[in-house]
């Protein structure tokens, strides 16, 4: 199992109140599993992925990685399993401005201690996996939104990571780009990646092999949710995503 979270809490202090964001999440995936997580702005998306990213830690519950107890691990810790097992696919790309195609997809090996010519190599079959063999010296102002988020899946696969985690990888593409960017994470996963996307749209989250939503906090499959929303509208609530 590479994700297990078990009853998985998040809660933030505003002022002298505590306000709950996560309830009782229990969420598994597979090695070579391909989950799509949707729900609408305010669900509680975000706050899950910076805890699957270990980019933040919940107010209680227990979350394996890889078998690896993520509560007891120090800063360090946690920033090695972050640059080795997580490969980050974000909205807005996050590409260093003033670094080339090649550099940004180093980055990650430079952190990990790999070498300069076997990070170049490396490097460089990523890019060349994502079809970009010809941009590899173009910097992020000469690239297309679409070219820029293939640098970025690049730099995401480089480390050979256990999981990639893309939140909303499509929201600022075309829908031409976006369909090609959906093709690749399809392709990757066949070959073996195990991918878990945040996304409010139906039309990417039905590229995956399941879907969950999140909604008020709450985790459910998506056949649940669709019998909450149905009671909703019969009672007079719509849900409205974005």
Do not use: W
Not at 7 to 18: L, Q
Not at 190 to 218: F, L, N, P, R
């Amino acid at each position: 199992m590479i994700l297990d979270l078990k009853g998985i809490y998040k809660n933030y202090n505003i002022g002298d109140m505590e306000v709950p964001v996560l309830k009782n999440i229990d969420l598994q995936v597979k090695e070579g599993d391909y989950l799509s997580v949707m729900g609408p702005s305010g669900s509680g998306k975000s706050t899950l992925m910076n805890i699957i990213g270990l980019l933040d830690k919940p107010t209680s519950g227990q979350y394996l990685f890889d078998g690896i107890d993520i509560s007891v691990q120090n800063d360090h810790s946690l920033s090695a399993i972050r640059n080795k097992g997580i490969g980050f696919v974000f909205q807005n790309f996050n590409l260093m401005p003033r670094e080339t195609a090649l550099s940004n997809v180093e980055l990650p090996l430079l952190y990990a201690g790999v070498k300069k010519k076997k990070r170049r190599e490396i490097a460089e079959a990523a890019l060349e996996r994502v079809g970009l063999a010809d941009r590899m010296k173009f910097m992020p102002t000469q690239l297309s939104g679409g070219q820029k988020q293939r640098v970025a899946i690049a730099r995401a696969i480089v480390n050979s990571p256990k999981i990639l985690l893309a939140d909303e990888p499509t929201g600022a593409l075309d829908s031409r780009s976006g369909e090609q960017v959906m093709e690749l994470f399809s392709s990757l996963n066949q070959e073996g990646s195990t991918i878990v996307m945040i996304t409010h749209e139906k039309s990417v989250a039905d590229c995956a092999d399941k879907i969950v939503v999140i909604y008020d906090g709450e985790l459910m499959t998506l056949g649940e949710f669709e019998q909450q929303t149905s009671r909703r509208q019969h009672g007079g609530e719509v849900y409205e995503q974005e």
